[in-house]
């Protein structure tokens, strides 16, 4: 094992290994949004040769702040732990989540998905994900992968994003190549919160499809 948690960004970078081993799948761009994002990083840090290249969405870091990661632990073990199953059948619960962590409100079914989604995640992973992914260490691993990167690195952020500022996507994205002093590699959405891909899907394709048209010998 090469990482330090079970459920650390690392191990499930090592999961995505074999799935696209399994797939036979030698040649792939991976698009991260969020935590999926550091596991994206990771994924193209251990298998250089299958993966050419990773957008980010929504996911930066690489600064470990003691007292907010520790209210942000906090917080989340006990979401985790006191989450009720009957939740998405709540009135107008669908609406709450259609308005959270975004600047204007998604479609009220995306709402209603990532309360379903919330509620069902299998508890010991959520819990084992949000432990192993914000400690110290894990946290300033993140820079120094991306700085050994070969491979293009994009990122995509809200420039309203409440869980993961730009400022922080800025940061991260700095130590890779592409950024050039001015962050070359960093696409900022404006009135975009931590929902980029849903707040603004046409923004994240147009984004996506410029990257993989500079990067075609790359496909």
């Known amino acids: 094992m090469l990482t330090s948690g079970y459920y650390s960004p690392g191990a499930y970078a090592e999961d995505l290994g074999i799935l696209l081993e399994k797939l036979d799948i030698s040649n792939a761009w991976l698009i991260g949004h969020s935590l999926g994002g550091a596991i994206a990083l990771w994924g193209a ?3 250089p040769q ?3 290249g990773v957008v980010c969405v929504n996911s930066g870091g690489g600064i470990y702040l003691q007292e907010e990661f520790e209210r ?3 917080v989340g073990r006990q ?3 006191w989450r009720p199953l009957w939740l998405p059948y709540l009135p107008l619960m669908d609406v709450v989540f259609a308005r959270m962590s975004v600047v204007n409100a998604i479609a009220r079914f995306w709402g209603r998905q990532r309360l ?3 509620a069902a995640a299998h508890p010991q992973a959520a819990l084992g994900a949000l432990l192993d992914s914000t400690t110290e260490a894990e946290v300033h691993l993140l820079p120094q992968i991306v700085a050994r990167l070969k491979q293009p690195v994009y990122f995509i952020t809200g420039d309203r994003d409440p869980i993961m500022e ?3 996507v800025l940061h991260l994205a700095s130590f890779h190549w592409l950024f050039s002093g001015c962050g070359e590699n960093v696409m900022q959405i404006p009135d975009c919160g931590h929902l980029a891909m849903v707040e603004y899907p046409e923004a994240v394709a147009s ?3 410029t990257i993989f ?3 075609k010998s790359l496909i």
Request: glycine residues 0%.
């Open 213 to 215: 048209t500079q990067h």
């Open 79 to 81: 979401l985790v732990r």
């Open 72 to 74: 942000f632990r906090s």
């Open 166 to 168: 730009p400022k922080y």
């Open 207 to 209: 984004y996506l499809q």
């Open 45 to 47: 840090d251990m298998s």
């Open 116 to 118: 379903i989604d919330f």
């Open 50 to 52: 299958n993966i050419k």
